[in-house]
């Protein structure tokens, strides 16, 4: 009935049952969606939005997966994917509008063959601009507010909604539409005109400090933790001796201690138990709970 209502929207054929998360997600873990589904317009998600709101169906939109552990128990109702399926990217002069599927690195790519400057940052950010809003990504003193212009959004009633940069309420790690229930369509950026071997040389600059300090061999969801105010994630990790604790097939990282790996066929449960206990150590020690940025779906003991 779900999936017969679903295709209606989306098409004969579109809609995936029962489909393993741990192929969408950087960690590798997470058990099945009942429901997967991937809008191929904006029309197309209002649409879903709508039917899983008249309906009472519980809904989960996923971007690139890179900043998600998901239950191995996997998750009821419909996961909404935005990936390559609505990932436009346009440039008019020093603005680019891109589709929330669109990948981070790509939209920066586009940055730099069109010399526009500001999105240096973004280039070793595995994420979707979708997530990248939400998540208020940033890396190297710059972050997506530096950037951001305009967002359209839908609402849980599947009608689109235009946010200004004021309304997005960005803040470290954070934006409304962590708590306001909108999907993320589209986002203008603002960049400036520069150099484009400048520009170049900046993102290759960030890469090589990515490559040096974290574990980007291994399966992760970058740093699991958020910074707590005045201090670092991973040097509070790191006095509390866990650097390279593993827990069942987690481990913390042995190269970057902000960092939970998947170092050998971890499950969900395994990733979720190293980051309980490792915020139980850093409480005892320091006093300070680490908040996960990783965003947790579904179920756990
Ligand atoms: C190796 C590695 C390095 C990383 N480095 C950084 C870094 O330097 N800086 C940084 O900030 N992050 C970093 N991350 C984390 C991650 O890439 C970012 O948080 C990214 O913005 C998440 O985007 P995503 O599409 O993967 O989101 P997902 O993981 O798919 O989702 C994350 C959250 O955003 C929501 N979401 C996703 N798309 C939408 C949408 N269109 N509308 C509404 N909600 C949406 C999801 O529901 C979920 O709550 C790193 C991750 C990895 C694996």
Redesign the pocket.
Known sequence: MIKAQLESILGAGSVLCRQPLSQYT?FRVGGPAEYLVRPGDYSQVAQVIAYCAENGIQW?????????LVSDKGLSGVVIA?GDNLARISVAGAKIVAQ?GAS?PRVSSVALVNSLAGLEFAS?????V??????N???YDGEMKDVLRRVL?VNSQGELVTFSLQEMELGY?SSA??SNG????EAELELLPGDARAIQEKMNEFNRRRWEK?P?DKA????TFKRPRGHYAGQLIESCNLRGMTLGGAAVSEKHCGFIINANQATAQDIFNLIRKVQEEVEKKHNILLVPEV?IWGEFQ
């Open positions: 950087s989960h939109v996923l971007g690139r997966g890179t900043n998600l935005l929330a981070l070793g950010i595995p994420g979707s979708g997530g990248a809003v939400v998540m990504a940033g890396a959004a790690r539409f962590q909108h999907i993320v369509l974290q980007l992760s969801a970058g740093s965003k």
